[in-house]
């Protein structure tokens, strides 16, 4: 059992920063990308990035790109999601996911073996 834990979450006003962080806590779980995901208030859960773990290839939502950068630290089994340029819209609980098994379609929540609790970020106008 993996048990992913995010941070980072809160309020900021349009134009400002944050930066997520999700520990994984099992080491020995074959990760073959990390990835985050948003839900908004009324509004299915949606994609925002992903990483794959081995070489680092990042994927974005187009609604974020640009804007927001994922990076992981493979020691530390960390994923982080920097987020500039933070727009109201951006508001949502946002979830830190794991999956194991290799895919195509890296935005597939489906396909995601573990999820965070999710930490809310708010961003004000």
């Known amino acids: 059992q993996v048990q992913l834990v995010e941070s980072g979450g809160g309020s900021v006003q349009a134009g400002g920063s944050l930066r997520l962080s999700c520990a994984a806590s099992?080491?020995?779980?074959?990760?073959?990308?990390m990835g985050w995901f948003r839900q908004a208030p009324g509004k299915d859960r949606e994609f925002v990035t992903a990483?794959?773990?081995?070489?680092?290839?990042?994927y974005y939502s187009d609604s974020v790109k640009g804007r927001f950068t994922i990076s992981r630290d493979s020691a530390k089994n960390t994923v982080y999601l920097q987020m500039n340029s933070l727009k109201p819209e951006d508001t949502a609980v946002y979830y830190c996911?794991?999956?194991?098994?290799?895919?195509?379609?890296?935005?597939?929540?489906?396909?995601?073996?573990?999820w965070g609790q999710g930490t809310p970020v708010t961003v004000s106008s």
């Open positions: 996911a794991v999956r194991g098994r290799f895919g195509y379609r890296i935005y597939a929540q489906s396909d995601y073996d573990y």
């Open positions: 990483i794959t773990w081995r070489d680092g290839n990042p």
């Open positions: 099992e080491r020995t779980f074959r990760t073959y990308a």
